[in-house]
């Protein structure tokens, strides 16, 4: 195996998404957990929903939406949800924290690691570039990432095939040169299907997807994807 790219997924790879409920916490007390699990449940279903609506259409999908704003439209959904009060203050607050998301603790120590090895990093992630950028550099992760890659330019969300296509838009690699990380299974497994080489960060241990094939390796924290470079 020679890998040229190690392309990591953002949201819950790179960046804490379930770190909300403290600030969720604090403005609807009892509910900050649960606010951040069915915030981010919804999020993913509304990318589904949009892409396999209208999979094929050479421009993108006609219903897409900018991940931002589909993140604002979950979290409206969530608090309705949950029967609670959508005081506009906290939404922007909300939202505002979500462009700030904690990076796990590992990150820069290994993503430093793997440019030493002379490798090309990158994202690859539903998020704008706006938003991207935003966590990266509240992140301070931006000398040890070389390209952030949006499916904002083809209107399809993740898994579909269009959206890791993008990887080699931007990087001169094959797919098997591609070392791709999340720590959403389904990603992991969207990704492998592509014929890229998957590494699941599998922070919350749970089981491998009964779908095949598993990733090709797996871990459970960043600190994994080094091992997988040895």
Known sequence: MKIKAVVFDAYGTLFDVYAIQVLAEVFYPGQGADIAVKWRDKQIDYTRLITQSDPHNASGSQYFRPFWELTRLSLEYTLDRLKLNRESGQVEKLMQQYAHLTPFAENLA?????????????????????????AVKSA???????????VDSIRLFKTSPESYGLVQQVIP???????????????????????????????????????????????ADLNSVLASLS
């Open 173 to 219: 690699v094959s797919k098997e040169e591609v070392l791709f990380v999340s720590s959403n299974a389904w990603d992991a497994l969207g990704a492998t299907w592509f014929g890229f080489i998957t590494h699941w960060v599998n922070r919350q241990g749970l089981p491998f997807e009964a779908l095949s094939p598993q990733p090709h390796f797996s871990g």
């Open 110 to 134: 290994v993503l430093q690691k793997i440019k030493s090895l002379g490798l090309t990093t990158a994202i690859l992630s539903n998020g704008s570039v706006d938003m991207l950028t935003s």
């Open 140 to 150: 301070g992760m931006g000398e040890v990432l070389d390209h952030l890659i949006s």
